[in-house]
């Protein structure tokens, strides 16, 4: 087993505890950004902790695999961090413009929303707004779980491959917990979808 | 008047448990003890106390009739005789009779039944912003114009919602239901039932495959141990407490456990009572069911034969030894310990679940570990092993579907019981709304706030007064809201069409109680004025909306109430809750519980005998979903799973919620709205002990700070329970309802999407001192609460419990 492999796996686990930390963020902003969604809050709230604990979990065995000398060198081998395509990342972008002038935050920035996003209801105008934003911040997050999705199960791979145990029974944990999220998000999307995008866009 | 509040043990009747044999023939299906000797007593031994609550200066003998009716006082579904005189409701009378009661009242029943103040009389419309009565033309007129405009547009189906209240007949809910879902195709409609009955359903729904109370009042006669879960039920459910106590004072009594974090006078008559800290209810539960697994008192033949999933069980509650549990919970480990011993040696074991878990934290993961219980112990479907989850009324709401789910207790993921309902209404199935359950009532009010619902109809409830907030919603210029009840509501107020209906006693129709059993409630007397029954009302709606079938029939075929219970018998013919054995004729005769098919006037009494569950993929209710997060599995998974009959084990670990107080956080808030003639509020009531505690003087300004954030009210010092704050809202200010909102939504449900506003745990700190201002006299709190009030009865019944 060559050291480069294991350097390549660090990389590969990093770049899946950044997506996990990004992950935890969405999950924290879309709770704050849509206070008036009221199922969101305690849902969210343990979704988020539970990516953070994903990340926690898996710093050690990023440890493990960089080896103690590779920790200097770790800014050159390092992959990029997953970049959402510019193109849908525009369109998303337009989409939230037009819906009002609260609706930019998560896809520009993972930092909280402190506006309400529902606040347009309140002057009795942009009511639709709101539940398009909503959409399309599930949307996003659903891309970001599917890369945590499929990270977890390459994970798993190589560690059955390595032998290693630890990573194999973490991975085994986490996955079905990653699934969940998931299997979530699309539930909440289809009880958004019909109401933003058939009945408030008349 | 006989006053059992003040006297409560003076007229009981004590009667011990029925023998072997008449257990084994209480087990038999009904028509099979018809053919049984006479000698073995078939009815339930309790013996019939018939109470009466007249007017003052009526007696028996000036009764011109006595009309047969229903409780109208909470959700046990007792069988009552109504006194009329001169064209009036006099008097009540529990019926001697009756599998439910056996003569016995509610002590609320009487009050529930006398007229209130604002009986609206006359159709109200709003002209230049007031509101002025009009004739039923005009009013109708103006709901069906706005329909019609909403139902132009693409998309009109998700711009009229619905949402009703506990007072409406069957045959009201179900009319509403294919108006609803088969006319407009509307998924926004949803009702009081997600205040509090909601969880309840979803639990049953979850571990047995549709919902319905598995168990039978009779089964209070046969047990040998009783366990009330955050169940108050001598405030709750006074006839069912009566029972139980009257075996208590019997030969034979069963044992009796109660978890409850307040002392409730269940509390006390049990032999142990488990003191959980609120919203802990998951870890009690797991910490049982670890001693139970451990110790091997479970029925490990049952469970191996009737259910799934209990490896899965196993590995969640093995980290749950009553040590840990007892930690978690603020129980002592002895005390658990010996629940558990008690449970496992239970022959025949009464559970029931009410509004203290069913309203808290986990709400439906707690209710489910109730389910596993009674599974792991083969507690179902026979007699003496019974369990309820009363979460408040409304079963009939959930049956019909018009709140929550499908008719019949379809599921909206299965495309073939679409498909029958189309068939059944002769409707298209894209008309039927099924991408998703039905939206629950925040969310409707939710949308109703940012103006994508544009007509809300609410039917005998008021949401405005249990809602803080919702003032402001309803008062939006956009938003059509059509209100019909018996009285002018604060809802009603806010209306822009006000439909006069009749009360209870008024209308003809059927109700069913928490046991299942079906009662018909006749009309004794005329409505006043131009009010109407409910479902006249929404007959009128169809037939001016001319709401037509494929082949330009009348979707709504029925006339009366009826011709409304026929057609809703077609439509649960073959579900679980099948009514098709039943007749208005029968019902006459005495209650009915469901499901009774023709094959036999009985129906059955028990779910689940023999340990066949509803759980086929064609035939349950739910897919099932994630405990912790509400994430629907799907059909796939569901199949993979093979329930094939079998029940589910569901596991859930226990998850803190800023409900539970700590020592950082010492005290409870709760949140009611304030009586009318209160106080300015905001305003939080102290108890003096906890005020001297904390160095609070009346009048002073405190914080009450939850980890959530933090709200400043002026505090009062009242008579409410220690280590309880209770703050009291005016309604009117949004900050306000928002920040209550904020500090108290602690918790949401995520599987039944009820909403769990029932405490957070704070600290008080003292801002500032406000001097001068004597103090003035609060009312009592059973004025907001009196179970007379025509709010969703869960609401009152929870806030009742909490102020006790």
């Known amino acids: 087993m060559g050291r480069s492999v294991t350097v390549h796996l660090a990389d590969y686990l990093e770049l899946l505890v950044r997506t996990e930390h990004e992950l935890s963020g969405g999950f924290h902003a879309l709770w704050r950004g849509h206070p008036r969604e009221p199922d969101l809050c305690g849902v969210c709230e343990r979704l988020a902790a539970q990516c953070r604990a994903h990340a926690e979990r898996l710093e050690p065995y990023q440890r493990r695999y960089r080896g103690p000398q590779q920790g200097e060198r770790q800014m050159e081998h390092r992959m990029e961090p997953w970049v959402p395509d510019p193109v849908i990342l525009d369109a998303t972008r337009t989409e939230l413009q037009r819906a009002g002038p609260e609706g930019v935050g998560l896809v520009t920035s993972a930092r909280p929303r402190l506006t309400p996003a529902g606040a347009a209801g309140n002057g009795g105008n942009g009511g639709s707004g709101g539940g398009l934003v909503l959409l399309r911040e599930l949307h996003r997050l659903y891309l970001l779980a599917t890369e945590c999705d499929l990270s977890w199960s390459v994970v798993a791979l190589v560690a059955r491959g390595l032998k290693d145990d630890d990573l194999l029974d973490l991975a085994g944990r986490c996955a079905p917990e990653t699934a969940v999220q998931l299997l979530w998000l699309r539930t909440r999307m289809r009880r958004a979808a019909p109401q933003a995008l058939v009945v408030a866009s008349w | 008047m006989l006053d059992r509040i003040a006297d409560p043990r003076g007229r009981r009747t004590p009667y011990g448990p029925p023998d072997a044999v008449e257990r084994l023939a209480a087990a038999l299906p009904g028509r099979m003890r018809d053919a049984l000797p006479p000698v073995i007593r078939l009815g339930s031994p309790w013996p019939v106390r018939v109470d009466v609550f007249l007017e003052d200066g009526v007696t028996e003998d000036d009764v011109e009739c006595w009309v047969p009716a229903a409780s109208a006082a909470g959700s046990h579904g007792e069988a009552v005789d109504l006194a009329v005189r001169g064209g009036r409701v006099v008097g009540v009378r529990g019926r001697a009779g009756d599998r439910v009661n ?43 114009t706005r329909s019609r405009h909403l139902l132009a547009a693409p998309g009109g189906w998700g711009r009229i919602a619905f949402h009703t209240g506990p007072r409406l007949f069957l045959e009201e809910h179900y009319t509403l239901a294919v108006i609803g879902k088969a006319g407009i195709g509307t998924p926004h409609m949803d009702g009081d039932t997600r205040g509090c009955a909601a969880a309840a359903a979803a639990a049953l729904a979850a571990s047995f495959g549709t919902d319905g109370q598995p168990g039978s009042y009779t089964d209070v006669d046969h047990c040998d141990a009783l366990a009330l879960w955050g169940h108050d039920c001598a405030a709750c459910h006074p006839v069912l407490w009566e029972r139980m106590l009257d075996r208590r004072l019997g030969p034979g009594p069963p044992a009796m456990i109660v978890a409850d974090p307040d002392r409730t006078p269940a509390a006390r008559e049990a032999d142990v009572h488990l003191a959980v ?22 029925d490990a033949a049952y469970v191996a034969a009737h259910t799934v999933g209990v ?47 069913l309203g808290s934290n986990q709400a439906t993961a707690a209710a489910c570990q109730v389910d596993n219980l009674h599974l792991l112990l083969g507690m179902l479907g026979r007699p003496g092993a019974g369990l309820f989850q009363l979460g408040g009324p409304g079963c009939d709401a959930l049956e019909t579907g018009s709140a929550g789910d499908l008719p019949g207790l379809r599921n909206w993921a299965d495309p073939g019981h679409v498909r029958e309902l189309a068939a059944l209404w002769n409707v298209d199935p894209a008309v039927i709304p099924h991408w998703g359950p039905a939206t629950h009532a925040t969310q409707i009010f939710g949308y109703a ?96 909306m001319d709401l037509r079938d494929r082949d330009g029939l009348p979707l709504v075929g029925w006339t009366d109430a009826e011709s409304a219970f026929e057609a809703w018998k077609a439509c649960s013919g073959g579900r679980p809750c099948d009514h098709t054995g039943i007749t208005y004729d029968r019902l006459r005769a005495g209650g009915v519980q469901w499901p009774c098919t023709p094959a036999g006037s009985y129906g059955a009494e028990r779910l689940y005998a023999g340990g066949r569950f509803a759980t086929e993929p064609g035939r349950c209710q739910t897919f099932g979903a994630d405990l912790a997060t509400g994430a629907e599995y799907g059909e796939e998974r569901y199949r993979a799973d093979g329930p094939r009959g079998r029940a589910f084990l569901h596991a859930a670990d226990y998850e803190p919620s800023p409900e539970v107080a700590d020592d950082a956080h010492p005290l409870v808030l709760l949140v009611c709205r304030a009586p009318r003639l209160s106080p300015a509020p905001p305003y939080l009531e102290v108890h003096p002990g906890d005020a001297a505690a904390y160095g609070v003087e009346e009048g002073d300004l405190v914080r009450a700070e939850s980890p959530r954030g933090a709200l400043e009210a002026v505090a009062r010092l009242s008579g409410v329970r220690p280590g309880a704050v209770v703050l009291r809202l005016g309604g009117r200010s949004e900050a306000e309802a928002r920040a209550a909102a904020e500090l108290t939504l602690t918790s949401w449900d995520p599987v039944s999407r009820q909403p769990l506003r029932t405490a957070a745990a704070v600290r008080l700190v003292r801002v500032a001192p406000r001097p001068g201002e004597p103090a ?29």
Not at chain 2, 277 to 298: F, I, K, P, Q
Not at chain 2, 335 to 347: H, N, P
Not at chain 2, 458 to 481: M, N
Not at chain 2, 791 to 804: M, N, Q, T
């Open chain 2, 277 to 298: 800290r609120r919203g802990t209810n998951v870890a009690l539960l797991n910490g049982l069911l670890h001693e139970l697994l451990a110790n091997g008192w479970h």
């Open chain 2, 776 to 804: 003035e006299e609060l009312t009592p709190v059973e004025g907001v609460c009196s179970a007379a009030t025509p709010l969703g009865h869960g609401v009152a019944v929870r806030e009742r419990y909490e102020e006790v």
């Open chain 2, 311 to 357: 490896e899965r069980l196993w590995r969640t509650v093995e980290a749950y030894p009553a040590k840990r549990a007892a930690e978690i919970c603020g129980v002592p480990v002895a005390r658990i310990e010996q629940a558990a011993e008690i449970l496992g040696a239970a022959e025949r074991l009464v559970s029931t679940v009410g509004p203290a878990l």
């Open chain 2, 102 to 144: 056996h003569g016995r009242l509610d002590p609320r029943e009487w009050p529930a039944w006398q007229p209130r103040q604002g009986r609206l009389t006359r159709p109200l419309v709003r002209e230049g912003g007031h509101l002025v009565e009009s004739t039923w033309d005009v009013a109708m007129d103006r709901v069906v």
């Open chain 2, 449 to 544: 706030e940012e103006g994508s619902v544009g007509l809300l109809w609410i039917t005998a409830s008021d949401p405005v007064s249990a809602t803080p907030g919702l003032d402001r919603v309803l008062a939006r210029e956009d938003l059509f809201v059509v209100v019909q009840d018996p009285y002018v509501t604060e809802t009603a107020l806010l209306a822009d069409v006000v439909l006069p209906a009749a009360a209870w006693g008024e209308k003809t129709g059927t109700v069913t109680g928490a046991d299942r059993t079906v009662h018909l409630c006749e009309k004794a007397v005329e409505p006043p004025g131009e009010a109407r029954a409910d479902l006249a009302v929404l007959l009128d709606y169809a037939r001016r």
